[in-house]
């Protein structure tokens, strides 16, 4: 059985005070109920992340609130200190809580080499392999007009100004293989290609440790193509 969150007296004296001639809205207001604004907003802050539909975030909303209060506490302060530290890394544009990222200022990189790349995480990767390292540009996104991305909402001036300050030599474009990160790598490429400096663009092929017979023909084909 549903257990109210009122006792039996509290909710008679609810009907009397309506008898009495309180509205319900005065008598909700009165006995805190309005607390459900408060889950309402909670579920609608949670929709705003990607991919979550209205039912995923209402899930979400009662878990935190029934199972995992001090969860939801950090994750309320996580937010506001992340939202008030966290900026933009004035030369590579990732994320930063100081005007210059750790890659940026690390003096063994090797500045003549700049890796365009979409997301931090794109970034990560690339890092993860330990095989670069020369700095990085990331886009925080890409191309992508039918959303209303464009060159400036992906900073491609700064990165433009950025690749012909004179120190870096080569441009390698990381971009994601989607059609949107093709077009972004193909804009990137033609507009620095113009100024003269060599572009190159990470090679796609056979994934290490896969048997060709179960590879997509995309991917065979591209090999193919940019094999050496
Ligand atoms: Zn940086």
Redesign the pocket.
Same mark, same amino acid.
């Given at each position: 059985m549903r257990k109210s969150r009122f006792t039996e007296t509290q909710i008679i004296g609810m009907i009397k005070e309506q008898e009495a001639g309180l509205t319900v809205a005065e008598v909700c207001r009165k006995h805190g109920t309005r607390d459900v604004d408060a889950l309402e907003a909670l579920v609608q802050s949670l929709r705003r992340l990607p991919g979550v539909g209205i039912k995923s975030a209402q899930r979400m909303a009662f878990h935190l609130l029934q199972h995992d209060r001090e969860g939801a506490q950090l994750m309320a302060q996580a937010l506001l200190q992340a939202t008030a530290q966290v900026r933009h /890394?004035q030369? /590579?544009? $990732?994320f $930063?809580e100081k005007d210059? /990222?750790s $890659? /940026?200022t690390d003096d063994r990189r090797d500045a003549t080499k700049l890796c365009v790349v979409e997301t931090p995480a794109d970034q990560s990767a690339l890092e993860r392999t330990a095989a670069f390292k020369g700095l990085?540009f990331v886009l925080m996104g890409r191309l992508s007009p039918l959303d209303g991305i464009g060159p400036k909402d992906i900073g491609l001036q700064k990165l433009f100004d950025r690749a012909t300050d004179g120190v870096v030599q080569e441009v390698i474009l990381a971009t994601n293989f989607t059609a949107e990160g093709e077009a972004t790598a193909h804009v990137i490429a033609q507009a620095l290609k113009a100024k003269g400096l060599q572009v190159t663009r990470l090679a796609r092929g056979v994934p290490a440790g896969s048997e060709l017979e179960y590879v997509d023909l995309g991917t065979i084909a591209h090999a193919l193509v940019d094999r050496r």
């Open positions: /890394c030369q /590579c544009h $990732t $930063t210059l /990222c $890659t /940026c990085y």
